[in-house]
């Protein structure tokens, strides 16, 4: 096997771009899209894990249920920053991104007024090259910060 050291450098960032995005994609997909759609960005057998409790999922078919099980009437948004990619192989990489997490329940429509975010923490990703696409092997979530999540309260209209 090649060195790491030893990839071309255009590989290399076509490598850490294709991790990058699947980063980006996962949040996309939970805040904007369809949270069941999460478990196609994983290999067949991924794991989510929340690194502290009995939280850990496996399988794309779990993984779907799962993420797809969100409340309906979530509204959420992640914000991620310091994505740090590590090819570890021409196949492998692993990755550590900072994220906060903005949601609450109940959201009917419009805006809602600004509030503190509901979680702060990091990801740990590995990721696997199959058939030159990379997906995510596993995801775990570390939790610096965290709350409940509000229950907005319906509108009545007078």
Do not use: W
């Given at each position: 096997m090649l060195a790491i050291e030893a990839l071309d450098p255009t590989d290399r960032l076509l490598a850490e771009r294709a991790c990058e995005r699947l980063i980006i994609?996962?949040?996309?997909?939970?805040?904007?899209?369809?949270?069941?759609?999460?478990?196609?960005?994983?290999?067949?057998d991924g794991v989510w894990e929340w690194a502290e409790g009995d939280r850990r999922i496996q399988g794309r078919d779990a993984l779907?249920?799962?993420?797809?099980?969100?409340?309906?009437?979530?509204l959420s948004r992640r914000m991620c920053t310091n994505i740090l990619v590590t090819l570890t192989s021409e196949t492998t990489a692993t990755a550590t991104t900072y994220f906060t997490t903005y949601r609450v329940d109940g959201y009917a429509n419009g805006f809602v007024p600004a509030r503190i975010p509901t979680q702060v923490g990091h990801y740990e990703d590995t990721f696997l090259k199959v058939n030159d696409l990379w997906l995510l092997r596993s995801r775990s979530l570390f939790l610096a910060f965290a709350g409940p999540?509000?229950?907005?309260?319906?509108?009545?209209?007078?």
């Open positions: 994609e996962f949040v996309h997909k939970l805040d904007l899209g369809d949270p069941g759609d999460v478990a196609e960005l994983f290999v067949d779907r249920a799962y993420f797809a099980g969100r409340p309906a009437d979530r999540t509000e229950r907005l309260e319906p509108v009545t209209k007078p």
